[in-house]
């Protein structure tokens, strides 16, 4: 059997993946900030993310997947601030929202999903350990990580200390001992703070990831199989959390790194709120339904940039098209037959597996779901009815799609239809022509054929 290999941007090569304990995996993303309708870009995460989970469970993984929510951050309250809201009522009205996207998006979900409010004991304790061993330190209540100590830091980005100083990549503050270090815990006296040993504030960015994967994950002592997430948070969000893991355990937090590619916007420019050239998912499910945007972001490398432009959603709508009329057609042709869709999962898919097997090749894995829809295709225009046959294609075809998290819309039929059926196939085979052509239409009137 094909071993899985994934591209670990530890190494920036392709490594095969063996978990921690075997039969059950860690896998942690970064989740929103959640200060504005998610837009398009924030969609590829979830979605390339989905599909590995969904992929190592039919594998036989008890799978523990964790993704956050960022409800506390310095963008919530400068939001809040021009809507004249609470920032947690914002940011809870905002998680909704995400929830329904996903669900819209029959994206499956995670296992856990904390909150940085509901956490900032732990957080504390975290930063207090942190400096107890000497890698934070205090300044005017404000606390900073001191990533001079940390000899791997910059591990996953590969920048060099000296070409992000140069190049002014990080914020001046003269409270820090050296300019990389970055704030673990912020002093404010704005009403949205929480009572701490060095001051009221609120936590930095970078520490609640690894707060939640090492509580989550305590048993492991914090560390994880696989961490994921979006391409622009390799510096300075995951090497800051790296630096502490380093710290306080010892060890790169996850042995496997993955990081998916922008989803770029018309001159290919990173599709962003500050650039103003976003697309809502909301706007965009107005012309594109679900499946077809499932298809937009799966049909390119996960490690790629894919570009929103007309070409390639149009390609991803025929694509799909394509897949849903075989899933359709095969399913009338099993529901007349009197049987039901229930199926169990099928192993016979080995080019589908294997592409994923392969880094999570969805376009590869396309090309095995396409082989399989034409060998469906001339089957079924060969007017063949054997029950076993169709249902082993129905098996393969559909354990293919709901890993790769297509929600098909199933027909229905009723025993009228049925029999509207039955009179077409028999007015076929007795080759009663004018009769069989006009209960075809019929069939096609009611999308049935």
């Known amino acids: 059997m094909k071993d899985i290999y994934l591209y670990n941007s530890i190494s920036n090569n392709l490594e095969k993946f063996v978990p921690l304990k075997e039969g059950k995996v860690s896998l942690y993303v970064c989740g929103p900030t959640v200060y504005n309708e998610p837009h398009i870009g924030n969609l590829r995460p979830p979605i390339v993310f989905d599909v590995l989970f969904r992929f190592l469970t039919y594998l ?4 523990t997947y964790v993704s956050n929510y960022t409800d506390v951050d310095d963008k919530i309250i400068n939001r809040a601030k021009e809507l004249n809201v609470e920032p947690l009522k914002l940011s809870s009205f905002y998680i909704e929202e995400f929830k329904k996207m996903r669900e819209k998006m029959n994206i499956l979900p995670p296992t856990y999903t904390p909150k940085v409010s509901e956490h900032i004991p732990d957080i504390i304790a975290y930063i207090e350990k942190l400096i107890e061993l000497g890698y934070a330190y205090v300044n005017d209540g404000d606390v900073y990580f001191s990533v001079d100590k940390i000899k791997d830091y910059l591990l996953l980005s590969k920048m060099r200390k000296e070409d992000l100083i140069a190049g002014a990549r990080i914020e001046v503050n ?11 815990w912020k002093k404010t006296d704005e009403n949205f703070n929480w009572a701490s040993p060095w001051s009221k504030g609120r936590p930095g960015w970078h520490t609640e990831c690894v707060v939640f994967i090492d509580e989550i994950f305590k048993a492991q002592d914090g560390l994880i199989d696989i961490h994921g997430g979006g391409f622009d948070l390799k510096f300075p969000h995951h090497d800051n959390e790296m630096a502490q893991a380093l710290a306080m355990h010892a060890h790169h937090l996850a042995h496997y790194w993955m990081h998916n590619g922008f989803i770029t916007f018309g001159n ?5 709120k500050s650039l103003g050239n976003v697309i809502t998912i909301s706007d965009a499910l107005k012309f594109y339904e679900p499946n077809v945007l ?7 490398s996960y490690r790629a940039p894919i570009s929103y432009n007309e070409i390639n959603l149009i390609n991803a709508k025929n694509n799909f098209e394509k897949i849903d009329h075989t899933y359709h057609a095969l399913s009338l042709r099993l529901l007349f037959l009197d049987d039901d869709l229930n199926y169990e999962k099928s192993d016979a898919i080995e080019d589908f597996i294997d592409a994923l097997k392969d880094d999570l090749n969805t376009p590869n894995a396309y090309k095995a779901i396409f082989d399989l829809t034409k060998e469906i295709n001339t089957y079924l225009h060969r007017g063949l009815d054997d029950v076993n046959t169709l249902k082993n294609y129905y098996a393969r075809l559909k354990t293919m799609l709901d890993i790769l ?10 025993n009228e239809d049925k029999l509207l059926y039955n009179s077409y ?4 085979k007795n080759k009663d022509f004018a009769r069989s052509d006009a209960l075809r239409n019929e069939l096609l009137k009611k999308g049935l054929y």
């Open 174 to 184: 003269e409270k820090k001992r050296s300019p990389l270090d970055f704030a673990l």
């Open 60 to 63: 036989g993984n008890d799978v």
């Open 405 to 414: 998290g297509y929600a098909m819309h199933t027909p229905n039929v009723s």
């Open 268 to 272: 290919d420019e990173k599709m962003s």
């Open 425 to 428: 196939i028999t007015a076929k």
């Open 294 to 300: 499932r298809t937009f972001i799966l049909s390119s």
